[in-house]
Antibody, heavy 118, light 106 residues
């Protein structure tokens, strides 16, 4: 069974970087696409970006200057780094698998709540 | 970005049929997908590409639509269906989500 699990700090100070890890079991990240999605207080959800089976990346233009998604295939993990965070980046962050071509998300992690506060 | 508009909330009685709508600001072909999210849980895929039932999802759930107007139908509604339902499009970049429809049972 495909399982994803996010990990990382729950509190980040403004202007610092947010770094999260998604550990995947039951499926290789060298297949399909692997994404980060966040849900803000109040329910708005935002796609942040993907890393593909080949290692190529695609980012939401609204974040393009601040975001980086990388991976470690030996550990079957992929990572999110979001720079220069503000309180507006406070959200629950999810990692998820996206099916090729159709790009819907069929497996999700449980999510990690990240608060940006001094 | 493609804006997806959903009604904020609906209330129905168990056993009834409910339709949840999602309207896109521009055409998304059939690349509309639906998720269910219960409090404290991750989203769960229900329907992909407008009308395809995801694995393990009860046949009470169905999807329809194309272009800009899409509908998720639950028939009959059960008490366990209390949740927020999100639509998501993946035809236009970037992928976007609707604001969610909170389904409450009377």
């Amino acid at each position: 069974e495909v399982q994803l699990q996010e990990s990382g700090p729950g509190l980040v100070k403004p202007s610092q970087s947010l770094s999260l890890t998604c550990s995947v079991t039951g499926y290789s990240i060298t297949s399909n696409y692997w994404g980060w999605i966040r849900k803000f207080p109040g329910n708005k959800m935002e796609w942040m970006g993907y890393i593909s089976y080949s290692g190529s990346t695609s980012y939401n233009p609204s974040l393009k200057s601040r975001i980086s998604i990388t991976r470690d295939t030996s550990k079957n993990q992929f990572f999110l780094q979001l720079n220069s965070v503000t309180t507006e980046d406070t959200a629950t962050y999810y990692c998820a698998r996206a099916v090729r071509v159709s790009h819907y998300f069929d497996y999700w992690g449980q999510g990690v709540m990240v608060t940006v506060s001094s | 970005d493609t804006v997806l508009t959903q009604s904020p909330a609906l209330a129905v009685s168990p056993g009834e049929r409910v339709s949840i709508s999602c309207r896109a600001s521009e055409g998304v072909n059939s690349y509309m997908h639906w998720y269910q999210q219960k409090p404290g849980q991750q989203p769960k895929l229900l329907i992909y590409k407008a009308s395809n039932l995801a694995s393990g999802v009860p046949a009470r759930f169905s999807g329809s639509g194309s272009g800009t107007d899409f509908t998720l139908t639950i028939d009959p509604v059960e008490a366990d269906d209390t949740a927020t339902y999100f639509c998501q499009q993946s035809w236009n970049d970037p992928p976007t989500f609707g604001g969610g429809t909170k389904l409450e049972l009377k």
